[in-house]
T-cell receptor, first 109, second 112 residues
Framework: GQNIDQPTEMTATEGAIVQINCTYQ??????LFWYQQHAGEAPTFLSY??LDGLEEKGRFSSFLSRSKGYSYLLLKELQMKDSASYLC??????????WGAGTKLIIKP | IAGITQAPTSQILAAGRRMTLRCTQD?????MYWYRQDLGLGLRLIHY???????GKGEVPDGYSVSRANTDDFPLTLASAVPSQTSVYFC???????????FGPGTRLTVL
């Protein structure tokens, strides 16, 4: 089967750094996406990795290791507005997007 | 219109009724998707369309049908609603199957 695993919930402090991990097992691989979803809202695109390594975009970075089936999303200088769910999704060999259940990130002052 | 719109925003529906959820995008994206999102589960693909005139089944297609008569519109129909179809439904579009997806605001559907 195909599955995406990520922690259900994480808590971090405003101003700190947090790393959200995602491991995947899919039939083929054509890229990994991270999305942010605030409560009651639609998911919005954060990052895309198709090659191994780190992609940096402002306070957010995303890392991929295809050989390990592993990615992480790194959020720096956390702000209260970063409280949201973070969704990991993988494009499999058929270009279907397989979604993880999401990690709810709680930011405390 | 800017992006993707969905209608209605929310709906309460009696079991057995027919319901169509509307989705329109103005980005001229080729691909469109319908997902349902349930608590504790990831987004699950119901149906998709890679281009106008074609549709395909996703992970959970039973009880749902779609059509793609033109590029902009991708309605989702529940022929005879059941309580297990209570969910939040998101429509999304992308320029191609390798690009990121843009999501509509969602429709919260309750079937009683």
């Amino acid at each position: 089967g195909q599955n995406i695993d990520q922690p259900t919930e994480m808590t971090a402090t405003e101003g700190a750094i947090v790393q959200i991990n995602c491991t995947y097992q899919t039939s083929g691989f054509n890229g990994l996406f991270w999305y942010q979803q605030h409560a009651g809202e639609a998911p919005t695109f954060l990052s895309y990795n198709v090659l191994d390594g780190l992609e940096e975009k402002g306070r957010f970075s995303s890392f991929l290791s295809r050989s390990k089936g592993y990615s992480y999303l790194l959020l720096k200088e956390l702000q209260m507005k970063d409280s949201a769910s973070y969704l990991c999704a993988v494009k499999n060999g058929n270009y279907q997007l397989i979604w993880g259940a999401g990690t709810k990130l709680i930011i405390k002052p | 219109i800017a992006g993707i719109t969905q209608a209605p925003t929310s709906q309460i529906l009696a079991a057995g009724r027919r319901m169509t959820l509307r989705c329109t995008q103005d980005m001229r994206h080729n691909a469109m998707y319908w997902y349902r999102q349930d608590l504790g589960l990831g987004l699950r693909l119901i149906h998709y369309s890679n281009t106008a005139g074609t549709t395909g089944k996703g992970e959970v297609p039973d009880g749902y049908s779609v059509s793609r008569a033109n590029t902009d519109d991708f309605p989702l129909t529940l022929a005879s609603a059941v309580p297990s179809q209570t969910s939040v439904y998101f429509c999304a579009s992308s320029d191609s199957d390798t690009m990121e997806q843009f999501f509509g605001p969602g429709t919260r559907l309750t079937v009683l």
